[in-house]
Nanobody, 117 residues
Framework: QVQLVESGGGLVQPGGSLRLSCVAS????????MRWYRQAPGKERDLVAG????????VYADSVKGRFTISRDNAKNTVYLQTKNLKPEDTAVYFC??????????WGQGTQVTVSS
């Protein structure tokens, strides 16, 4: 049974930081590229960051470059999203996504991040 379980979200003041985690099970984690998406109320789900299966390549949305860092620990089947200097516009549900070419595409249930004073 494939599972992606996100954690680490919460309420944080502007300028604060959070580290999101996503623990994977039920598939061969180190073969999969991993991505973080986010969806704000009334908006589409957008890609935030991605990391290759080996961790050697990362990509970021322009809106988070320099503030967010994606990383993975294949020994722990976990992908992370370290966020800093959070802004109110970062408020969204953050989703973990695992992909293997065009064959597999798995999603977690999401974790809420709210940036507000």
């Amino acid at each position: 049974q494939v599972q992606l379980v996100e954690s680490g979200g919460g309420l944080v003041q502007p300028g604060g930081s959070l580290r999101l985690s996503c623990v994977a099970s039920g598939f061969t984690f180190h073969n999969y590229a991993m991505r973080w998406y986010r969806q704000a109320p009334g908006k589409e789900r957008d890609l935030v960051a991605g990391i290759a299966s080996t961790g050697g390549t990362t990509v970021y949305a322009d809106s988070v470059k320099g503030r967010f860092t994606i990383s993975r620990d294949n020994a722990k089947n976990t992908v992370y999203l370290q966020t800093k200097n959070l802004k109110p516009e970062d408020t969204a549900v953050y989703f973990c996504n695992a992909v293997f070419g065009s064959r597999d595409d798995y999603w977690g249930q999401g974790t809420q991040v709210t940036v507000s004073s």
